[in-house]
């Protein structure tokens, strides 16, 4: 009796304080799941830079100083030009002028084109176009409000950028002390610690390095592509390019295809074709080049349940989630393989 209430007393004791400890960390849990989500991307860098440096804590910095030149400064540009688009894009659409959104979103070519096509049906482009900006006007609302309030933000995003690489060197340099001690917690054995940590390392690499940044690359060189083919909002294009990467069989051509047609009545034949060269040998060729580098034969996450995770994962958490999402659904995954394999054990 007095055991039972020993353990009902403890287990109040670490409900209350873990609780009391989970309200200490919140305010900064985006800063500290940024960290890590970095490390985990850039982990590979800080062991080359730490096999030649020998000294951790110099290799952490050195990683870190490749992450501010890689990725914050053009993330926190590209972030702001966004914002630009969909604010532009939002007040059009707020105003009523759905017909010159689109118009002007498609540079006047393609709508007229539609118009005559569309006749046959009994209705126009304007018609459509009307219906398309109610289902518009609410998604760009919450995107160009969260974009526009992280640029806005500067003294917020300054203190976290701050605390996120506080957090980041530590990450790099005691990474693997901390893994280590969190595993201590775990109730598995050794042996199902090891495979676990390896079924986990597979599918992040596979997810991250497969998916994530395989997505991001697509949509980075597409952005690049309509910028230099006169496209209209060409990050807005990159962001549903690297967006619908994730997609089995078609991929990226879901974007860049349209815009090609688009560019055809537009600007010409030559800007169709060289929109298609790009969209085939550059575009969707790095998925098939960098994929199975980045993989190799390790274990892998269907593409569908990678797309869906980001979706949720950006719904969920934030921008964040884009890493976040498909991280949690991997974890996820290794843990239901380990109570697979315990039970074909118990059998």
Known sequence: MALRFYTIVLVVISVVLGYLSFKIIQPFIS??????????????????FQKHIKIPAAASVATMLVVVVLLIGPFSYLSYLLAIELGHILKQLQAGRADEFFRTLFGGGLPGFFDSLLGYFNTDSSEIFESL?????????????????GVGNVFNIGLEFVLMFFTLFFFFKDGAS????????MPFTTDQKKILTAQVKDIVISTLYGG??????????????????????PVLWGML??????LPIVGAF?????????????AGLLYSMIMCIIGIFVISL??????PILIGSRTKMPVLVIFFSVLGGIKFFGIIGFIAGPLVVALFVSV????????????
């Open 286 to 291: 790095a998925d098939n080049l960098l994929r």
């Open 241 to 246: 390019t690297a967006i619908v990467a994730f």
């Open 133 to 149: 900006s109610s289902n518009l006007k609410e998604i760009i609302r919450n995107s160009a409000g969260f974009v526009s309030k």
């Open 254 to 266: 879901v974007v860049w295809g349209p815009i090609a047609v688009y560019l055809f009545f537009s």
């Open 336 to 347: 239901l393989q380990i109570f697979r394999n315990i039970q074909h054990e118990a059998v």
């Open 212 to 233: 994530v940044v395989v997505a991001l690359t697509q949509g980075l060189l597409g952005g690049f592509a309509y910028w230099i083919l006169g496209v209209p909002s």
């Open 31 to 48: 800063s500290i799941a940024w960290a890590a989500a970095l490390s985990i991307v850039f982990y590979p860098l800080y062991l080359f």
């Open 178 to 185: 901390i893994i280590h001690y969190l595993s201590e917690f």
